[in-house]
């Protein structure tokens, strides 16, 4: 369906492109985001989005976030306080269905007022147990079969990952680490691969960071473990195209000809720029037909100002859909405030979180808008 956005969202034409994005103005929480963005947030039918709801002081980037949905056909905005999530770890299904990892077990529920929630996994004793829980899964992604729900977790001082049976609650792992991997996603066609990353990570004792050096791995089910890049490489917010044929990657560094958005071909590896310059996170539609990104403007904090934009690979051009999203906190906590733009499944709209109003708002384009811009 086109969704109708006249009745719950506000026009915003950025004064210097002249894109017009739509603010969600119902308001059911302070603080309302777009998801992060390696899961869309649309049902496949575009009738239902998703979104992060916070409530400050309460809740922060790791734990205490709530989720709430529009139903473009009834046109009503709905919070579900009994979402609350660790980490970016909502998926939503193609029927508008939810997951969302806590602290001890995975869940789901459907987006009507009267769907009940189903605890679909429970996290195991002997890897959790009483330990300080850090992290359950950074963004929960599905097998390529659909019956598993994979899991990058940090407890107390173990570092693990392993999937989930939806239909059966078990827990299987995958590997053990002797530091932190994360974002974890299953490959879109192969249900033994995943990608993952090496990630920075603090001490639960004493806080020391230990920074990351490797970025990109793969990890088969039977335990074969290897990064990507012959030797030690840094790059950041990577995804799998659609086929999982290719890995896209932010390279902020002077490597592979860059700065820029990188495509790689793990084997044999290959890497191309598709997108020169600095970005913040991306995401791509189309086998990299369309591109959405975000930037920094004033080097990387939480809440720092922000602007997004939209490439065109067929012309080569880009647009800008937001030149300015001012610097934005919140009183005691951090929710991770990036736009983090990403497309809906049919790549019709582009869901990503604004401040222009001064408030962190969630926001919706329509591709076809910035496609007139660029063509």
């Not at 492109?17 to 985001?33: D, H, M």
């Not at 002997?126 to 330990?131: I, S």
């Not at 050096?213 to 030690?232: A, C, H, K, N, V």
């Amino acid at each position: 369906m086109k969704p109708d956005l006249s009745v719950l969202f506000s026009p915003y034409t950025d004064p210097e492109s002249g894109i017009t994005n739509y603010l969600l103005n119902k308001r059911v929480a302070p603080v309302q985001q777009g998801f992060y963005f390696v899961n869309t947030s649309f049902s496949a039918d575009n009738r239902f989005l998703w979104f992060y709801c916070a409530f400050p002081p309460a809740g922060h980037i790791d734990w205490g976030r709530t989720l709430g949905v529009i139903d473009f056909k009834e046109q009503t905005v709905n919070h579900f306080p009994e979402t609350a999530f660790g980490a970016c770890s909502p998926l939503v299904d193609k029927d508008g269905t939810v997951y969302w990892a806590t602290q001890r077990v995975i869940c789901r529920r459907g987006p009507l007022p009267d769907d009940t929630v189903e605890i679909i996994g429970e996290l195991p004793e002997e890897y959790f147990g009483e330990r300080a829980i850090k992290c359950v899964s950074t963004h929960l992604t599905f097998s390529a079969d659909k019956k598993e729900l994979f899991l990058d977790c940090h407890a107390g001082n173990l570092f693990f990952v392993g999937t989930i049976a939806v239909a059966t609650k078990e827990f299987r792992l995958w590997k053990t680490f002797d530091r932190f991997y994360n974002h974890g996603q299953m490959h879109p066609s192969d249900n033994d691969l995943v990608l993952v990353a090496q990630d920075h990570f603090h001490d639960v004792c004493t806080g020391v960071k230990t920074v990351y050096e490797d970025r990109l791995w793969l990890l088969q089910r039977s335990g074969d473990f290897r990064p990507i890049f012959p030797s030690p490489t840094k790059v950041t917010h990577e995804f799998w195209d659609s086929n999982g044929k290719y890995i896209y990657a932010i390279n902020n560094h002077d490597q592979f000809g860059g700065p820029g958005i990188v495509r790689i071909t793990p084997d044999p590896l290959a890497v191309e720029i598709v997108w020169k310059g600095y970005h913040w996170h991306a995401k791509d539609f189309n086998h990299g037909q369309y591109f959405v990104c975000d930037r920094t403007l004033k080097g990387f904090f939480r809440g720092c100002p922000s602007s997004v934009h939209f490439l065109n690979c067929v012309t080569q051009k880009e647009v800008t859909m937001i030149s300015h999203n001012p610097e934005f906190h919140t009183t005691g906590s951090m929710y991770h405030v990036d736009p983090h733009p990403h497309f809906s499944p049919d790549g019709s709209l582009i869901a990503f979180t604004t401040t222009v109003n001064g408030r962190a708002d969630l926001a919706v384009a329509f591709t076809k808008d910035c496609i007139a811009a660029t063509t």
